[in-house]
T-cell receptor, first 114, second 113 residues
Framework: DGGITQSPKYLFRKEGQNVTLSCEQN?????MYWYRQDPGQGLRLIYY???????QKGDIAEGYSVSREKKESFPLTVTSAQKNPTAFYLC?????????????FGEGSRLTVL | KQEVTQIPAALSVPEGENLVLNCSFT??????LQWFRQDPGKGLTSLLL?????REQTSGRLNASLDKSSGRSTLYIAASQPGDSATYLC????????????FGPGTRLSVLP
Protein backbone atom coordinates (compact mmCIF):
# COMPACT_ATOMS: atom_id res chain seq x y z
CA ASP A 1 0.00 0.00 0.00
CA GLY A 2 1.20 3.48 -0.84
CA GLY A 3 1.62 5.93 1.95
CA ILE A 4 3.82 8.03 4.19
CA THR A 5 5.78 6.44 7.01
CA GLN A 6 7.06 8.49 9.91
CA SER A 7 9.41 7.19 12.57
CA PRO A 8 9.79 7.04 15.44
CA LYS A 9 6.23 7.46 16.67
CA TYR A 10 7.45 8.66 20.07
CA LEU A 11 10.80 10.25 20.85
CA PHE A 12 12.27 11.62 24.04
CA ARG A 13 15.15 14.03 23.98
CA LYS A 14 17.32 15.63 26.60
CA GLU A 15 17.90 19.33 26.33
CA GLY A 16 20.88 20.15 24.14
CA GLN A 17 20.53 17.11 21.91
CA ASN A 18 19.73 17.06 18.23
CA VAL A 19 17.19 14.51 17.03
CA THR A 20 16.15 13.44 13.55
CA LEU A 21 12.62 12.47 12.54
CA SER A 22 12.25 10.22 9.53
CA CYS A 23 9.67 10.62 6.76
CA GLU A 24 9.50 8.19 3.83
CA GLN A 25 6.85 8.11 1.11
CA ASN A 26 6.22 5.60 -1.68
CA UNK A 27 3.59 7.69 -3.45
CA UNK A 28 6.09 9.06 -5.98
CA UNK A 29 5.19 12.58 -4.86
CA UNK A 30 7.44 15.49 -5.71
CA UNK A 31 6.49 17.80 -2.87
CA MET A 32 6.99 17.01 0.81
CA TYR A 33 6.27 19.05 3.92
CA TRP A 34 6.94 19.15 7.64
CA TYR A 35 4.33 20.63 9.98
CA ARG A 36 4.30 21.19 13.70
CA GLN A 37 1.09 20.82 15.70
CA ASP A 38 0.68 22.19 19.21
CA PRO A 39 -2.44 21.82 21.40
CA GLY A 40 -5.06 24.42 20.52
CA GLN A 41 -3.14 25.64 17.50
CA GLY A 42 -3.40 24.90 13.81
CA LEU A 43 -0.69 23.23 11.80
CA ARG A 44 2.35 25.40 11.20
CA LEU A 45 4.73 24.84 8.29
CA ILE A 46 8.37 24.20 9.19
CA TYR A 47 9.97 23.31 5.84
CA TYR A 48 8.86 22.14 2.44
CA UNK A 49 10.56 20.66 -0.61
CA UNK A 50 9.28 20.74 -4.18
CA UNK A 51 12.02 18.61 -5.74
CA UNK A 52 15.10 16.64 -4.78
CA UNK A 53 18.02 18.70 -3.48
CA UNK A 54 15.84 21.75 -2.95
CA UNK A 55 13.86 22.91 0.09
CA GLN A 56 12.40 26.12 1.45
CA LYS A 57 11.80 27.51 4.92
CA GLY A 58 8.27 27.69 6.16
CA ASP A 59 6.81 29.94 8.85
CA ILE A 60 8.70 28.46 11.81
CA ALA A 61 12.00 27.11 10.43
CA GLU A 62 14.26 28.43 13.19
CA GLY A 63 15.92 25.60 15.10
CA TYR A 64 15.12 22.99 12.44
CA SER A 65 16.97 21.61 9.43
CA VAL A 66 16.05 19.26 6.60
CA SER A 67 17.58 17.47 3.62
CA ARG A 68 16.09 16.06 0.43
CA GLU A 69 18.65 13.74 -1.11
CA LYS A 70 16.08 11.26 -2.40
CA LYS A 71 12.60 11.82 -3.76
CA GLU A 72 11.04 9.46 -1.23
CA SER A 73 12.78 10.78 1.87
CA PHE A 74 12.57 14.10 3.75
CA PRO A 75 14.10 13.85 7.24
CA LEU A 76 13.70 16.64 9.78
CA THR A 77 16.37 17.44 12.38
CA VAL A 78 15.29 19.25 15.52
CA THR A 79 18.40 21.01 16.75
CA SER A 80 19.32 22.21 20.21
CA ALA A 81 18.63 25.74 18.96
CA GLN A 82 14.89 25.02 18.90
CA LYS A 83 13.68 26.60 22.14
CA ASN A 84 10.45 24.70 22.58
CA PRO A 85 10.64 21.46 20.58
CA THR A 86 8.04 19.43 22.47
CA ALA A 87 5.26 19.00 19.90
CA PHE A 88 3.58 16.64 17.44
CA TYR A 89 5.33 16.61 14.05
CA LEU A 90 3.54 15.72 10.85
CA CYS A 91 5.02 14.93 7.46
CA UNK A 92 2.93 15.35 4.31
CA UNK A 93 3.27 15.05 0.56
CA UNK A 94 1.44 15.95 -2.61
CA UNK A 95 1.75 15.22 -6.31
CA UNK A 96 2.48 18.53 -8.00
CA UNK A 97 1.62 17.05 -11.38
CA UNK A 98 -1.88 16.02 -10.37
CA UNK A 99 -4.88 18.24 -11.01
CA UNK A 100 -6.28 17.86 -7.54
CA UNK A 101 -3.33 18.90 -5.40
CA UNK A 102 -4.50 16.54 -2.65
CA UNK A 103 -2.35 16.52 0.49
CA UNK A 104 -1.55 13.26 2.28
CA PHE A 105 -0.16 12.87 5.80
CA GLY A 106 1.86 10.39 7.80
CA GLU A 107 0.89 9.19 11.27
CA GLY A 108 3.03 11.75 13.07
CA SER A 109 5.92 11.72 15.54
CA ARG A 110 5.56 13.01 19.08
CA LEU A 111 8.72 14.59 20.46
CA THR A 112 9.08 15.26 24.16
CA VAL A 113 12.01 17.13 25.65
CA LEU A 114 12.88 15.98 29.14
CA LYS B 1 -2.59 36.81 3.98
CA GLN B 2 -5.01 33.89 3.84
CA GLU B 3 -6.62 32.98 7.16
CA VAL B 4 -8.86 30.01 7.86
CA THR B 5 -11.28 29.76 10.75
CA GLN B 6 -13.58 26.98 11.89
CA ILE B 7 -16.73 27.30 13.93
CA PRO B 8 -17.58 25.84 16.35
CA ALA B 9 -14.34 24.90 18.08
CA ALA B 10 -16.09 21.95 19.70
CA LEU B 11 -19.40 20.23 19.20
CA SER B 12 -21.19 17.48 21.09
CA VAL B 13 -24.22 15.75 19.59
CA PRO B 14 -26.26 12.62 20.28
CA GLU B 15 -25.88 9.68 17.94
CA GLY B 16 -28.03 9.82 14.83
CA GLU B 17 -28.08 13.58 14.42
CA ASN B 18 -27.18 15.30 11.19
CA LEU B 19 -24.60 18.02 11.72
CA VAL B 20 -22.75 20.76 9.90
CA LEU B 21 -19.19 21.93 10.46
CA ASN B 22 -18.13 25.31 9.11
CA CYS B 23 -14.91 26.56 7.54
CA SER B 24 -14.28 30.16 6.49
CA PHE B 25 -11.38 31.65 4.56
CA THR B 26 -10.51 35.26 3.93
CA UNK B 27 -9.18 35.15 0.35
CA UNK B 28 -11.42 33.60 -2.30
CA UNK B 29 -8.48 32.98 -4.67
CA UNK B 30 -8.01 29.35 -3.73
CA UNK B 31 -7.01 26.33 -5.80
CA UNK B 32 -8.81 23.76 -3.69
CA LEU B 33 -10.21 23.08 -0.23
CA GLN B 34 -9.66 19.86 1.65
CA TRP B 35 -11.39 18.42 4.71
CA PHE B 36 -9.44 16.15 7.04
CA ARG B 37 -10.19 14.01 10.04
CA GLN B 38 -7.72 13.64 12.91
CA ASP B 39 -8.05 11.08 15.69
CA PRO B 40 -6.17 11.73 18.96
CA GLY B 41 -2.44 11.19 18.56
CA LYS B 42 -2.78 10.35 14.87
CA GLY B 43 -2.06 11.98 11.54
CA LEU B 44 -4.60 13.66 9.30
CA THR B 45 -6.79 11.55 7.05
CA SER B 46 -8.15 13.17 3.91
CA LEU B 47 -11.95 13.04 3.72
CA LEU B 48 -12.95 15.20 0.79
CA LEU B 49 -11.28 17.58 -1.62
CA UNK B 50 -13.18 20.24 -3.53
CA UNK B 51 -11.46 21.95 -6.40
CA UNK B 52 -12.14 25.64 -6.92
CA UNK B 53 -14.35 24.96 -9.95
CA UNK B 54 -16.55 22.56 -8.00
CA ARG B 55 -19.46 23.29 -5.67
CA GLU B 56 -19.57 20.09 -3.65
CA GLN B 57 -18.20 16.60 -3.13
CA THR B 58 -19.80 13.58 -1.50
CA SER B 59 -18.41 10.45 0.08
CA GLY B 60 -20.78 8.15 1.89
CA ARG B 61 -22.42 10.07 4.74
CA LEU B 62 -20.20 13.10 4.16
CA ASN B 63 -20.97 16.03 1.91
CA ALA B 64 -18.74 19.06 1.55
CA SER B 65 -19.79 22.25 -0.19
CA LEU B 66 -17.77 25.22 -1.33
CA ASP B 67 -18.85 28.83 -1.89
CA LYS B 68 -15.72 30.64 -3.00
CA SER B 69 -17.35 34.03 -3.35
CA SER B 70 -18.39 34.08 0.28
CA GLY B 71 -15.25 32.32 1.51
CA ARG B 72 -17.10 29.40 3.09
CA SER B 73 -17.19 25.64 3.08
CA THR B 74 -19.39 23.30 5.07
CA LEU B 75 -18.96 19.65 5.94
CA TYR B 76 -22.28 17.89 6.42
CA ILE B 77 -22.28 14.59 8.32
CA ALA B 78 -25.48 12.58 8.07
CA ALA B 79 -26.71 10.19 10.74
CA SER B 80 -23.71 10.72 13.01
CA GLN B 81 -22.13 7.75 14.82
CA PRO B 82 -19.83 7.53 17.85
CA GLY B 83 -17.06 6.50 15.44
CA ASP B 84 -17.30 9.94 13.86
CA SER B 85 -15.85 11.46 17.03
CA ALA B 86 -12.63 13.19 16.03
CA THR B 87 -11.23 16.60 15.15
CA TYR B 88 -12.12 17.86 11.71
CA LEU B 89 -9.82 20.31 9.96
CA CYS B 90 -10.17 22.19 6.72
CA UNK B 91 -7.31 23.50 4.63
CA UNK B 92 -7.14 25.69 1.54
CA UNK B 93 -4.50 25.57 -1.13
CA UNK B 94 -3.71 28.75 -2.99
CA UNK B 95 -1.99 27.14 -5.98
CA UNK B 96 -1.21 23.84 -7.63
CA UNK B 97 2.47 24.11 -6.91
CA UNK B 98 1.87 22.89 -3.40
CA UNK B 99 3.68 25.79 -1.85
CA UNK B 100 1.00 27.04 0.40
CA UNK B 101 -1.62 25.17 2.37
CA UNK B 102 -3.38 27.10 5.12
CA PHE B 103 -5.12 25.12 7.85
CA GLY B 104 -7.96 25.96 10.16
CA PRO B 105 -7.68 25.16 13.88
CA GLY B 106 -10.24 22.36 13.67
CA THR B 107 -13.59 21.44 15.20
CA ARG B 108 -13.55 18.75 17.88
CA LEU B 109 -16.62 16.57 17.44
CA SER B 110 -18.03 14.22 20.05
CA VAL B 111 -20.91 11.94 19.10
CA LEU B 112 -22.53 10.49 22.19
CA PRO B 113 -24.06 7.00 22.13
Amino acid sequence: DGGITQSPKYLFRKEGQNVTLSCEQNLNHDAMYWYRQDPGQGLRLIYYSQIVNDFQKGDIAEGYSVSREKKESFPLTVTSAQKNPTAFYLCASTDRGADTGELFFGEGSRLTVL
Amino acid sequence: KQEVTQIPAALSVPEGENLVLNCSFTDSAIYNLQWFRQDPGKGLTSLLLIQSSQREQTSGRLNASLDKSSGRSTLYIAASQPGDSATYLCAVSVDNYGQNFVFGPGTRLSVLP
